[in-house]
C-alpha cells in the first residue's frame, strides 16, 4: 500500500498573486494504490499456448490433468491467501486458487484479445510457476517421465520460467524454444520435490538407475550472484533434473523420491573394545 500526497502550488506563483486574492493552502490530498508494487504476473496467451500444447502432446501423458501451481522462491514468502486475476484493458477475471496454490486457467476470449496479464499479489521475485501434469493412481512419492515431459513442453511454451539470465544457458536465446529445453540434455529443466531430496531413482521394467548427484540441487553449482535468476533460489534441496530427453526410457517410466527424513541413519562406530 502506498500514499500519494498532492503537491501544493509553486511557492513563487503563490508570491506572485496579489495579498489580497491569495487562497489559503489547500489540504494535501491522500491517495491509497491498492495494487501490489512489482507484481508477479505471466502473459495470457502464453499461458493458453501452454494450454494448448498439452493438448496437442496429451499422449505423452493420456491419463493426466493440466494444473498449474504456484511455489516460493524466499523462505519468508507468505504463501497463504494468493489471489490471481487475469487483467486486460478493459476486462478483469479472477481466477480461484486452491489451497496448495493450484489453479486452471479460464479462456477467455476478450483478454486473449486485449493480451492480458496473469496478475498475483505477490512481488515479482517472490514466487516461480510451474505446469503441473499428474497422472492419477501413481505409487506414493513417484512420479512417470512421460508427465514430466509434458510438463517440461507446457512450462516452456506458456512462459513460465520466473526470471532470464545470460548465465543460464537453458533460456538464452539460442536455447529457449520447448523443443530445444526439454529434448535437450543441456535444457535443464528443473523440477520440484515437496521435500528436501536424498535421492531420485528411475525404473522401467527390469531397468534401474539412481539419478548422479549432478542432476540434483541444481546441479550443485548455482553462485551467489546466479541464484536471484534461478527458479530454485532458497529450494535447492527439492531440485532435481530428469533425463526426459533420454528416449531411451519410455513415458512410462517411474521416478521415486527417498527424502533426507527418510534416508537410512549413517552406521555409528562400534564402542572401543567391541569385537
Known amino acids: 500500500m502506498m500514499a500519494l500526497a498532492a503537491v501544493p502550488a509553486h511557492a513563487q506563483e ?52 493440466l494444473r498449474f501451481r504456484l511455489l516460493p522462491r524466499l523462505p519468508t514468502v507468505d504463501m497463504r491467501g494468493i489471489t490471481l486475476k487475469v487483467v486486460g484493458d478493459r476486462i478483469t477475471v479472477p481466477v480461484p486458487v ?16 486485449e493480451d492480458a496479464a496473469v496478475i498475483a499479489n505477490r512481488k515479482t521475485t517472490s514466487m516461480t510457476w510451474r505446469a503441473q501434469v499428474v497422472t492419477p493412481g501413481l505409487p506414493p512419492d513417484t512420479r512417470r517421465l512421460g508427465d514430466l515431459r509434458l510438463e517440461c513442453l ?12 545470460p548465465l543460464f544457458g537453458w533460456i538464452s536465446s539460442a536455447l529457449n524454444s520447448p523443443e530445444q529445453v526439454c529434448n535437450s540434455a543441456d535444457g535443464n529443466f528443473l523440477f520440484f520435490t515437496e521435500r528436501p531430496l536424498f535421492s531420485v531413482t528411475l525404473r522401467a521394467g527390469a531397468r534401474t538407475e539412481v ?3 549432478r542432476m540434483l540441487y541444481a546441479g550443485g553449482e ?4 546466479e541464484l536471484q535468476y534461478c527458479d530454485c533460489q532458497v529450494m535447492l534441496d527439492r531440485t532435481y533434473y530428469a533425463p526426459i530427453w533420454d528416449r531411451s ?3 512410462d517410466a517411474l521416478v521415486s523420491f527417498e527424502y533426507m527424513e527418510d534416508a537410512p541413519a549413517p552406521a555409528s562406530a562400534p564402542a572401543e573394545g567391541t569385537p
Open 154 to 165: 507446457v512450462g516452456v511454451e506458456a512462459g513460465l520460467v520466473s526470471n532470464s539470465s
Open 222 to 225: 548455482q553462485t551467489r550472484d
Open 14 to 65: 503563490a508570491q506572485a498573486a496579489p495579498e489580497s486574492t491569495a487562497q489559503p493552502a489547500t489540504k494535501p490530498q491522500t491517495v491509497t494504490v491498492t495494487s501490489t508494487r512489482d507484481p508477479v504476473d505471466k502473459s495470457y496467451r502464453k499461458m493458453i499456448r501452454g494450454m494448448e500444447r498439452f493438448e496437442r502432446e496429451h499422449a505423452l501423458a493420456p491419463q493426466a490433468t
Open 98 to 113: 486452491a489451497e496448495d496454490n493450484g489453479f486452471t486457467l479460464p479462456r477467455n476470449e476478450q483478454a486473449l484479445r
Open 211 to 213: 539419478l548422479p548427484f
Open 249 to 251: 526410457w519410455p513415458d
